[in-house]
Structures are given as structure tokens and as C-alpha cells.
């Protein structure tokens, strides 16, 4: 299991101004480091839609020393064109294992995503 951020206080980081995100994201790592040990460098922005973070929201995040950042609109990651502070994640709660595994595989082999 790891321990990832998801900011401090979980506000849509792009209505914030760059100073503040940072601080945002800065801070939470900042808080796990001091009360879990730990160096939590993934990053999973609140929301993740495509106008909840922005370029300056990424540029926080590796300047605040993220690793990768996740979003949460859906999409493919194929291999050598993963954006590395916009990688792809999609809901699988709320469906089959049946469902999941063939949409898995249809995405593996098409390089394309469906709902």
C-alpha cells in the first residue's frame, strides 16, 4: 500500500492563485512527512477533472517535489506518452469484474478508452 497527497485542505486547486496551490501542496506533504514519516510522492489532485489543476498547478507539483500527479476524467495512458503530472485514472466502483477485465483488455490492445 502507499500513502499518496490529495493537498491540505482539498480545495479545486486551479481557483486558487499559483502561491496558494503551492502552499496547498507543499503542506501536505510536509504534514505526512512530519506526522507519518513518510515521503508521500504521488499526488492525486481533488476533483481531477480536466479545469480543476492547471500548467501551474503541475509546475507546484513538481516544484513541491511530486513524482506523478493523477487526475480523475477518464482516458488512456499508452506507454512513452504518459504526462507525467496528468496521468489518466477512471472510476472501476461502480461496475462488473467482468466488465472491468474486458474494458481493461479492449484499452490494452485498441489504445482507446470507452466509459
Same mark, same amino acid.
Given at each position: 500500500? *502507499?500513502?499518496g497527497?490529495?493537498?491540505?485542505?482539498?480545495p !479545486?486547486?486551479?481557483?486558487?492563485?499559483?502561491? *496558494?496551490? =503551492? #502552499?496547498?501542496?507543499?503542506?501536505? &506533504?510536509?504534514l505526512?512527512?512530519?506526522?507519518?514519516q513518510?515521503? @508521500?510522492d @504521488?499526488? @492525486?489532485?481533488? !476533483?481531477?477533472l480536466?479545469?480543476?489543476f #492547471? /500548467? @501551474?498547478?503541475?509546475? =507546484?507539483a513538481?516544484e513541491?517535489?511530486?513524482? !506523478?500527479a +493523477?487526475?480523475?476524467?477518464g482516458? /488512456?495512458?499508452?506507454?512513452g #506518452?504518459?504526462?507525467r503530472?496528468?496521468v489518466?485514472r477512471?472510476? !472501476?466502483?461502480?461496475?462488473s469484474?467482468? &466488465? +472491468?477485465?474486458?474494458?481493461?483488455?479492449? =484499452?490494452?490492445i /485498441?489504445g482507446?478508452?470507452?466509459p
Open positions: 500500500m *502507499a500513502i497527497s490529495h493537498t491540505h485542505s482539498h !479545486v486547486l486551479s481557483q486558487l492563485s499559483p502561491e *496558494a496551490q =503551492c #502552499s496547498e501542496l507543499h503542506q501536505s &506533504r510536509q505526512l512527512r512530519t506526522h507519518l513518510i515521503e @508521500a @504521488a499526488l @492525486a489532485y481533488p !476533483v481531477g480536466t479545469d480543476s #492547471s /500548467t @501551474a498547478t503541475q509546475k =507546484c513538481q513541491a517535489g511530486y513524482r !506523478v +493523477f487526475s480523475y476524467y482516458g /488512456t495512458n499508452l506507454p #506518452s504518459i504526462p503530472y496528468d489518466k477512471i472510476a !472501476v466502483g461502480y461496475q469484474w467482468r &466488465r +472491468f477485465r474486458v474494458q481493461t483488455n479492449v =484499452c490494452r /485498441t482507446s478508452y470507452w
